[in-house]
Each structure stands twice: as structure tokens, then as C-alpha cells.
């Protein structure tokens, strides 16, 4: 089985900056790709940013510019630098790992961390 296990959230004032970091563990061989989505009161979980194959990235419109995603793929680690936060911000951010192959079975699938809580408020 596989685990992720996020870190870095916590409450801020709008302006500074915060580092999420994930972790997969588990019978893992390889990971296409890891990314962060988030899920703010009342409205539907969006993706935030994902980093692929080659370190191709892809951010949403709303964190481009203030965020930067990034990997270490001997790791199984996908970090988030949250910079110039704005309360709009906040939400609980999930890490993903897609494409995940594990080497008991060699089967292909997503796994979802717990959530962190990310709160912007002056």
C-alpha cells in the first residue's frame, strides 16, 4: 500500500509564505506525477499545481506567479512554495501521486494524502 504525508500548513497573515511538502511511501517503483489541489469551504476541490514527467509543471491561473511547485523523485517528495499568500487562499491543500507503480504487483494507480489546513487571515 501506499501513504502520503503532507506538511508545512498552518495559520498566516495575508503577505507571507509558507512550504507544503509530501511524502509517498510504500511498495512504490515509480511516480508519474505529484501535484497539490485544494478544497476551500463550501466549494469544490480545484488543482492548485502538478509537476509531470521531466518536471513539466502546470499551475492554476489564481497561484501562478506566487507559487512554485517542485520534486525529488529519488525522494517521492513534491514540494510547494507558497509565496505572497492572500486569504482567498485558504483551504485544505491534498497532495496527489498519479500513476504509481507498485513493485509487488506492477498495478498503475492515484493515491491521495490526508490534507493539510492552509489559513490566511490577518
Known amino acids: 500500500q501506499v501513504q502520503l504525508v503532507e506538511s508545512g500548513g498552518g495559520l498566516v497573515q495575508p503577505g507571507e509564505s509558507l512550504r507544503l511538502s509530501c511524502t509517498a511511501s510504500?511498495?512504490?517503483?515509480?511516480?508519474?506525477?505529484m501535484g497539490w489541489y485544494r478544497q476551500a469551504p463550501g466549494k469544490q476541490r480545484e488543482l492548485v499545481a502538478r509537476i509531470g514527467s521531466a518536471d513539466s509543471t502546470n499551475y492554476a491561473d489564481s497561484v501562478k506567479g506566487r507559487f512554485t511547485i517542485s520534486r525529488d523523485t529519488a525522494k517521492n517528495t513534491v514540494y510547494m512554495q507558497m509565496n505572497s499568500l492572500k486569504p482567498e487562499d485558504t483551504a485544505v491543500y491534498y497532495c496527489?501521486?498519479?500513476?504509481?507503480?507498485?513493485?509487488?504487483?506492477?498495478?498503475?494507480?492515484?493515491?491521495w494524502g490526508q490534507g493539510t489546513q492552509v489559513t490566511v487571515s490577518s
Open positions: 496527489v501521486a498519479d500513476g504509481v507503480v507498485l513493485t509487488t504487483t506492477w498495478s498503475v494507480d492515484n493515491y
Open positions: 510504500g511498495s512504490i517503483s515509480s511516480i508519474y506525477a
